[in-house]
Every structure is written in C-alpha cells, then in structure tokens.
Nanobody, 125 residues
C-alpha cells in the first residue's frame, strides 16, 4: 500500500484548505485512514481519521467542528477539509493507514504502519 498526499499551501487565518490522500495497492478495505500533523519542534499528533468500511470518523478535540474527513471509495481517496484555520494549525500534515480488523480508530501514530509524504500547511495571522 502506498499513500500520496496533496493539497497543502499558505492561507490566512479563517480560510479553508482541502487536503487529499490517495491510496494505491489497497485491495482490502479494512483500513483506517488517518491524518496526523507535526509542527516544528513538536511531536506528530493525531488530527482525525475515517474508516473505509462504514465511514466512521474520529477527530482530535482541537479540530472538532472545523475539520471534516470524507472518502471516495471508487477513487480510494480520503479528503481532509479544514475550515476556520488558525495559525496553530500550521504544520506538516501526513496521511496514514492502519489495517484494522475491528474497525476501531486509533489515535496513536505507532499503530499506523503506512505513511504518505507530508504536505505543508501554513496559516498566517
């Protein structure tokens, strides 16, 4: 399985941005697709995730109500819609995949075993 992330950029506070993550080689849909972010000098942290089966989602408290995750089963693409962006959302964003028999969404990065390259999101004040 390989993941390709895209869509980062420079925006102003209050703006929106949409990131995409396309999976290839994913023949089994029992994956959780997650988004993480890492700001300079900080640990990589969980942002949100969605299950391919059922479309269950989970978000970090810091982005609840502002970020939405959606999926396109046919295109094997997951999108992270980020609204009302804040300067503290500035980070490199990564998509990741966790093969999950149970369908439970993990927030711990070590559980995710496939990672895409990061895409920079910068929010100016």
């Amino acid at each position: 399985v390989q993941l390709q992330a895209s869509g980062g950029g420079l925006v102003q506070a209050g703006d929106s941005l949409r990131l995409s993550c396309t999976a290839s080689g994913m023949t089994d849909r029992r994956y959780i697709m997650g988004w993480f972010r890492q700001a300079p000098g900080e640990e990589r942290e969980f942002v949100g995730a969605i299950s391919w089966v059922g479309g269950k989602t989970r978000f970090a408290d810091s982005v609840k109500g502002r970020f939405i995750i959606s999926k396109d089963n046919a295109k094997l693409t997951v999108a992270l819609q980020m609204d009302s962006l804040r300067p503290e959302d500035t980070a490199v964003y990564y998509c990741a995949a966790d093969y999950s028999h149970s369908g439970a969404i993990a927030v711990i990065r070590e559980v995710y075993d496939v990672w895409g390259q990061g895409t920079q999101v910068t929010v100016s004040s």
